[in-house]
């Protein structure tokens, strides 16, 4: 009788000890999963449009530049900017130049905005001239530097100066060419890429102002930083593949 009393002791206590080995197993388990469903971060397929369509740019968020923004106006300080963006891996270029309103001749570039990732240079070439440290960062053939519909800012320099070549730049409207877009203007191709808006309220400002105000430093720190920002990722999606395009055409039939 105490044999089988012991027996029967035995069977339990196996018996919760399995369960308990199984329960810590199963929660164990789930823990992991859990941990790593967390840690996982799902890419994402992104689609691209041949033509975004403009109707829709009004209803998205906007998009601005986040980080410094130091205005130049002095030959010393464009010096010591060029050295710092001389150790950026990419750079993103525009200008502004201040709207006439009436037919003839453009007025000069009033300013040459130059962006890296956190930090952006505005230099008011309007109060300094085109220095010789600015025209060697332009003639540079080593570093990445990026801009949009750069022919016409290059052909508006030249009118400063024009005596060098203008280096190597990466021109976004022929880069974006390979993904199948066909936009050309920063606002469209930033909405098809990023689903935001850039807005070109302070455009037709006056860039030679004696002061610029915060929005138009805003305004030309951000349309050279978007240069940036599309470039970085449409690398990103070429490397990873992980993008498709539609045709505009097709929505709209559809």
């Known amino acids: 009788s105490s044999d089988v009393c012991s027996s029967d002791l035995h069977q339990t206590c196996l018996g919760i000890f399995d369960r308990e080995l199984l329960f810590t197993f199963y929660f164990s388990l789930f823990h992991f999963i859990v941990l790593s469903l967390r840690s996982h971060k799902t890419v994402l397929m992104k689609t691209l449009w041949n033509k975004f369509d403009k109707k829709l740019i009004s209803e998205l968020p906007r998009a601005t530049f986040g ?24 750079l993103g270029f525009d200008t502004e130049t201040k709207p006439t309103f009436r037919p ?29 440290c600015l025209v060697d960062l332009l003639k540079d053939k080593e570093h990445k530097k990026v801009a949009l519909s750069w022919g016409d800012d290059s052909g508006q320099l030249h009118h400063l100066r024009n005596d060098f070549e203008m280096g190597s730049f990466i021109e976004l409207q022929t880069y974006v060419r390979s993904f199948g877009i066909e936009d050309a203007s920063l606002q469209k191709l930033y909405a098809n890429v990023f689903r935001k808006k850039i807005s070109k309220s302070q455009q037709l400002s006056n860039w030679e102002a004696e002061e610029l105000s915060a929005a138009q430093k805003l305004y030309a720190a951000t349309d050279a930083w978007a240069c940036v920002q599309l470039y970085e990722e449409l690398e990103r999606l070429k490397v990873n593949k992980k993008w498709k395009l539609r045709k505009h055409e097709d929505a709209v039939s559809a």
Request: charged share 15%; aromatic share 6%.
């Open 67 to 90: 980080g410094k923004i130091i205005v130049i106006d002095t030959v010393e300080a464009a010096q010591t900017a060029v050295s710092y963006l001389l150790k950026q891996p990419l």
């Open 104 to 132: 003839g001749p453009m007025r000069p570039v009033a300013l040459l905005q130059i962006s890296a990732a956190d930090t952006c240079y505005l230099f008011r070439l309007s109060k300094m001239g085109l220095p010789d």
